[in-house]
C-alpha cells in the first residue's frame, strides 16, 4: 500500500512552468504504475500522464504531450511532472495516483491510491 502526497502546484502566468512532485509511502513503490490526473471545475478527471514502475515506459495525454514529462525517483519514492508552456485551459487540481499499469492506463480504474490533489492555476 501507498499513500501519494502532492505538492508543488501554485499560480503562473500562461507560458511559464511548474514542477509537481508526488511523494508516496511505502516500501513497495517502484511495484506501482503512476499516474497523473487534472480535474477543472465542472469537469471530470482526466488523464495527464503515466509511467511504469520501472520508469522505463510512459504515457501522455494528446493535450500535453510533448510540454509535460514524467518521471520517477524510486530511490526517493517520488513521482514528477514537470510541466511546462503552461496555457489557461491547464488550470486544474492536479491529482497523483498509484495502481498497475494496465491497458486502461487512461482511466482512472486501475489506480487503487489517490492522493488529495494540488492546485494549478495558468492565468492569462
Known amino acids: 500500500q501507498v499513500q501519494p502526497v502532492e505538492s508543488g502546484g501554485g499560480l503562473v502566468q500562461a507560458g511559464g512552468s511548474l514542477r509537481l512532485s508526488c511523494a508516496a509511502s511505502?516500501?513497495?513503490?517502484?511495484?506501482?504504475?503512476m499516474g497523473w490526473f487534472r480535474q477543472a471545475p465542472g469537469k471530470e478527471r482526466e488523464f495527464v500522464s503515466a509511467?511504469?514502475?520501472?520508469?522505463?515506459?510512459?504515457y501522455y495525454a494528446d493535450s500535453v504531450k510533448g510540454r509535460f514529462t514524467i518521471s520517477r525517483d524510486n530511490a526517493k519514492n517520488t513521482v514528477y511532472l514537470q510541466m511546462n508552456s503552461l496555457k489557461p485551459e491547464d488550470t486544474a487540481v492536479y491529482y497523483c495516483?498509484?495502481?498497475?499499469?494496465?491497458?486502461?492506463?487512461?482511466?482512472?480504474?486501475?489506480?487503487?491510491?489517490w492522493g488529495q490533489g494540488t492546485q494549478v492555476t495558468v492565468s492569462s
Open positions: 511505502g516500501r513497495t513503490f517502484n511495484n506501482y504504475a
Open positions: 509511467i511504469s514502475g520501472s520508469g522505463g515506459s510512459t
Open positions: 495516483a498509484a495502481g498497475a499499469l494496465r491497458s486502461d492506463y487512461s482511466t482512472t480504474r486501475p489506480y487503487l491510491y
